[in-house]
């Protein structure tokens, strides 16, 4: 049955990107970015790093995902593709002076975590739903699921309505 996308996420968080993430506790320990192993791994598209901002949403760029069809066409496995792209990404967040390390380090786990998303989805998928994870403070949430319940809706029904309604789409 293998893994679900979620199992998926936390396992290669966990196993790929061991310099970048911090355990909570750990906020002394400074920000590093991991590094993709060339001597096991294909190259990179030329300007895949070049082409990475630090904000990006691996759901929602086609040029990455065209760079990850084309790392999977080669013959790289799925989890050597999240290592590279990774990789490439995270120097692009370690660059921003701004950000604190606990922030580089939401982005990238951030990133990596839908970046599994992308490079693990079927192939033969016709349907691209993206996951909008946004912080919400306790007290809203609740008014939330109150508000959901009222309208005999599920909790991401409801809030995927107020979405639409906002933006002025059916």
């Given at each position: ?123 033969h998928g016709t349907v691209e739903d993206i996951i909008v994870d946004v912080p919400v403070p306790t007290d809203l949430y609740s008014r939330i699921t109150e508000a959901a319940e009222q ?20």
């Open positions: 049955m293998g893994l679900s996308p979620r199992r998926a996420a936390l396992a290669l968080a966990c196993a790929v990107l061991p310099g970048a993430v911090m355990a909570p506790g750990l906020a002394h320990a400074a920000f590093e970015c991991p590094v993709a192993a060339p001597a096991a791994t294909k190259p990179l598209p030329g300007d895949l790093g070049q082409s990475l901002k630090p904000y990006d949403d691996p759901r929602a760029d086609p040029a990455l995902k065209a760079d990850i069809a084309a790392m999977k066409a080669e013959g790289m496995p799925n989890g050597e593709v999240v290592d590279h792209v990774v990789a490439a990404y995270c120097p692009v967040v370690a660059a921003v002076p701004k950000l604190t390390d606990a922030d580089k380090d939401g982005l990238v786990q951030r990133f990596a975590s839908h970046l599994v998303q992308v490079v693990y989805a079927p192939a309208h005999k809706q599920t909790r991401d029904a409801f809030v995927l309505a107020a979405l639409r309604k906002a933006a002025g789409t059916p």
